[in-house]
């Protein structure tokens, strides 16, 4: 069954993720070479824990840290760690956080000092088709309406799209009903109504779309090791245009001023 909420609940749900994006804006000038991961991870919980809120990734089915920090090849669930980022790394950064009993879920992908076009280009696509799958999340489309538009951009720019990793509905819960593929046909899938919350959320993939799994039963890597990009936005349904709960902008000024 996939949850509706009120407007107060969204209000809620929406306080979780902007406390989320203020963290990720607070760790976005740290993304600098000779910096470690675990580092960026202990000033995203601090900063959590200090404005009332719960790192929502910690401890769920067990994953250890406060961020899924993924870094080029690493498409998600990376697990932070001594590794350190060098100039022209790309460093995907998904964050949780559990306030008021409702969960924000939003990532960005940064890069680290100078990258190559190539990169650029492949965060830009990401992030555009994140934006074109939001601008389906309306009243009446469908779930597989937001994935064939997220599909159809990155493979139009000859990127591939992860598939077995894929967006969901989310609230009280960190993944709820329904999944939120990055792919699909147009008119297929569940009926998106007002008021459900969902996160959307493509992984793209510069080479190839096949991906596996670390020993470490967490990190995401792509198989031919070419960076990926991630960005995720949480959203609430509504009848003309969706309303964006996580916010880019806060992280984006941080960075233009860096
Ligand atoms: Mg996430
Ligand atoms: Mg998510």
Known sequence: MIEIK??????????????????????????????????????????IRDHG????????????????????????????????????D??????????????????????????????????????????????????????GDIGHAIQEHAE????????EMVGHGVGRNLHEEPEVPNYGRPGTGPMLREGMTIAIEPMINLGRRQIYQERDGWTIRTADHKPSAHFEHSIAVRATKADVLSDFEIIDKVLNNN
């Open 6 to 47: 009120t407007d107060e609940e969204i209000e809620l749900l929406r306080k979780s993720n902007l406390l989320l994006s203020a963290t990720l804006a607070n760790v976005a000038p740290l993304m600098k070479p000779g910096i470690t991961t675990l580092e960026i991870d202990r000033v995203a919980e601090e900063y």
């Open 53 to 88: 809120g719960v790192p929502g990734f910690k401890g769920y089915s067990g994953f250890p840290n406060t961020l899924c920090i993924s870094v080029n090849d690493q498409v998600v669930h990376g697990i932070p760690s001594n590794r350190v980022l060098q100039e022209g």
């Open 90 to 143: 790309i460093v995907s950064v998904d964050c949780g956080v559990f306030m008021n009993g409702f969960h924000g879920d939003s990532a960005y992908t940064f890069a680290v000092g100078e990258i190559s076009e190539e990169l650029q280009n492949l965060i830009r696509v990401t992030r555009e088709a994140l934006f074109l799958g939001i601008a389906k999340a309306v009243a009446g489309n469908r779930i």
């Open 156 to 163: 139009a720019n000859r990127f591939s799209v992860v598939r």
